[in-house]
T-cell receptor
Framework: TQLLEQSPQFLSIQEGENLTVYCNSS?????LQWYRQEPGEGPVLLVT?????EVKKLKRLTFQFGDARKDSSLHITAAQPGDTGLYLC??????????FGGGTRLMVKP | GAVVSQHPSRVICKSGTSVKIECRSL??????MFWYRQFPKQSLMLMAT?????????EQGVEKDKFLINHASLTLSTLTVTSAHPEDSSFYIC???????????????FGQGTRLTVV
């Protein structure tokens, strides 16, 4: 099983600040997905990145897939309290398996 | 987006009884379904992978006789926790993987999760 290291594990910031979450691996993934999970609910897919170097934007969220398809980042601009949640990256490998990072718990204070 | 329905969302059962959790893909055919367990404030731990009509593949350390998985069709998978004990209390989440309509790539979508409490 390939490992995905996600950092930071926990982040507490003020509304309006920017932040970046990182997801790193020594292995190559065919694609990488980012999810957001709220307490008591299942993860909700935010984006899938497939091509090395790909950048996708979703409103104030910017996702980047590394050139070598081993790492990815999620950048949030002007964070809002509604962005609070657990962010998970997951790399897709052979056999449709998903390997999850450890998660980043984000708290945005008003 | 594609919808995966997981039922029940919460269940409380007595120690020694069995509990069945259902996972349905509502608008696409799931070639593969995954079952995860999540402890408080932690990420998802894969328990098993199942393909329609085949036996599930369990991760190391997961007891296949305790966590029975049935994947009878391309839209339904079930997880049965047999002879449940308090240490089985957890948040269980299913994921269905396939190619949704009007999409190009295989993606995974998650159910809402089931909070199991064994008393």
């Amino acid at each position: 099983t390939q490992l995905l290291e996600q950092s930071p594990q926990f982040l507490s910031i003020q509304e309006g600040e920017n932040l970046t979450v990182y997801c790193n691996s020594s292995s190559v993934f065919s694609s990488l997905q980012w999810y957001r999970q709220e307490p008591g609910e299942g993860p909700v897919l935010l984006v899938t990145v497939v091509t090395g170097g790909e950048v996708k934007k979703l409103k104030r969220l910017t996702f980047q897939f590394g050139d070598a398809r081993k790492d990815s980042s999620l950048h949030i601009t002007a964070a809002q309290p509604g962005d609070t949640g657990l962010y998970l990256c997951a790399g897709a490998e052979a056999g449709n398996m998903l390997t999850f990072g450890g998660g980043t718990r984000l708290m945005v204070k008003p | 987006g594609a919808v995966v329905s997981q039922h029940p969302s919460r269940v409380i059962c007595k120690s020694g009884t069995s509990v069945k959790i259902e996972c349905r893909s509502l608008d696409f055919q799931a070639t593969t379904m995954f079952w995860y367990r999540q402890f408080p404030k932690q990420s998802l731990m894969l328990m098993a992978t199942s393909n329609e009509g085949s036996k599930a593949t369990y991760e190391q350390g997961v007891e296949k006789d305790k966590f029975l998985i049935n994947h009878a069709s391309l839209t339904l998978s079930t997880l049965t926790v047999t002879s449940a004990h308090p240490e089985d209390s957890s948040f269980y989440i299913c994921s269905a993987r396939g190619i949704p309509k009007q999409r190009m790539n295989t993606e995974a979508f998650f159910g809402q999760g089931t909070r199991l409490t064994v008393v």
